[in-house]
């Protein structure tokens, strides 16, 4: 299960939320797992999960947008390769060549928590400094 701390927030209520949202989603997902869910739910959640965080994605590049952050680009990069990962995931899934385990989940909440404490709190910096 993944703990929200407070030292993971952006200072932003709304994208605070998003990312709060998402660990959820990650923990169904884990969950999942644990009770040995059918192929076709644990599908349906990584869908979930790949839809949601390309939302997340594009409310805070709109928000790093409006504050004039000079990393946009790299940090659009980043969550565009995230998201290309999971995609491959979800592909590798359907065609029977992964069994989706506890690493999988390990590695989406850790790439999470680590981009969140690193490039999110960056621009939440620069938005406080400004
Ligand atoms: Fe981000
Ligand atoms: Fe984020």
């Not at 965080?53 to 928000?63: D, I, Q, R, V």
């Given at each position: 299960?993944?703990?929200?701390?407070?030292?993971?927030?952006?200072?932003?209520?709304?994208?605070?939320?998003?990312?709060?949202?998402?660990?959820?989603?990650?923990?169904?997902?884990?969950?999942?797992?644990?009770?040995?869910?059918?192929?076709?739910?644990?599908?349906?959640l990584i869908i979930g999960l790949v839809d949601y965080?390309?939302?997340?994605?594009?409310?805070?590049?709109?928000?790093m947008l409006l504050m004039n952050y000079p990393d946009?680009?790299?940090?659009?990069?980043?969550?565009?390769?995230?998201?290309e990962k999971v995609k491959n995931y979800h592909e590798r899934l359907i065609s029977g060549k992964l069994i989706l385990s506890i690493e999988v989940t390990n590695f989406l909440k850790d790439w999470l928590v680590n981009h969140i404490k690193g490039s999110d709190q960056q621009y939440a910096a620069f938005d406080e400094n400004r």
């Open positions: 299960m993944i703990m929200w701390t407070d030292d993971l927030s952006v200072k932003n209520q709304q994208i605070d939320k998003e990312h709060q949202q998402l660990f959820q989603l990650i923990d169904n997902f884990y969950i999942g797992i644990m009770d040995n869910s059918p192929r076709e739910r644990l599908e349906e965080t390309s939302t997340h994605f594009e409310n805070e590049e709109k928000h946009l680009e790299a940090h659009r990069k980043l969550h565009q390769h995230f998201i």
